[in-house]
């Protein structure tokens, strides 16, 4: 029996032998690739050229011939520009009194060279003092809707006369709701 196990151990060990003989030969890896010439840095592309707009120019204002012909007085006379009118004790501008400036800041607008003086008016109730100081809110209220609508506030002035100088010589709510006003004169051309 030791023979046989001798015969046996042998042949175990040959086949053993004979698998590890046949061992596959190592795989070669791959070559990194050879280094390149560094390239040179990615310019980014030049920014576009200006485009050269052309100057807006506004035209002139296209005048009437009865408008800028006519002297100052003939244009206060029959004034173009509508009065502001207030409610009693009250500088605030009404929905009318802001349509009647929209209206008077697209004349202002056409006629550029205009130089305006807001007159702040009162009815005759209450004290001189009162009345100048309120006929003054009125013509600052309306100077200063103008000046948000955009006319320039150096060709705007104000001038409070208070009760000095009624519109309408009445002693009725009528006359006095007629002299509670901001009165626009045109002073230059």
């Known amino acids: 029996m030791t023979a046989r196990r001798v015969v046996l151990l042998m042949?175990?060990?040959?086949?053993m032998t004979a698998a590890?003989?046949?061992?596959?030969?190592?795989?070669?890896?791959?070559a990194p690739p050879p280094p390149t010439a560094?390239?040179?840095p990615v310019r980014p592309p030049a920014p576009p050229e200006p485009v050269a707009e052309p100057a807006i120019?506004?035209?002139?204002?296209?005048r009437d011939d009865a408008i800028s012909s006519a002297s100052l007085d003939d244009l206060n006379k029959n004034s173009p520009l509508t009065p502001v009118y207030f409610d009693l004790d009250s500088s605030d501008l009404s929905p009318?009194?802001?349509k009647a400036l929209d209206q008077n800041a697209v004349l202002l607008k056409k006629y550029g060279t205009w130089a305006i003086t807001i007159e702040g008016h009162c009815d005759?109730?209450?004290?001189?003092?009162?009345n100048l100081a309120?006929?003054?809110?009125?013509?600052?209220?309306?100077?200063?809707?103008l000046v948000s609508?955009?006319?320039?506030?150096?060709?705007?002035?104000?001038?409070?006369?208070?009760?000095?100088?009624?519109?309408?010589?009445?002693h009725d709510e009528g006359a006095y709701a007629k002299n509670r006003r901001a009165h626009f004169v045109i002073t230059a051309k």
């Open 149 to 170: 609508l955009g006319i320039p506030a150096d060709r705007l002035r104000t001038v409070s006369y208070g009760k000095e100088f009624p519109f309408d010589p009445g």
């Open 11 to 15: 042949a175990v060990v040959s086949v």
């Open 134 to 145: 309120l006929g003054e809110r009125r013509a600052i209220a309306a100077r200063a809707y």
């Open 38 to 40: 560094p390239t040179p």
């Open 124 to 130: 005759e109730r209450g004290t001189a003092e009162y």
């Open 57 to 62: 120019v506004p035209p002139e204002p296209v």
């Open 20 to 30: 590890c003989g046949k061992k596959t030969p190592p795989v070669a890896r791959p």
């Open 96 to 98: 009318n009194g802001q």
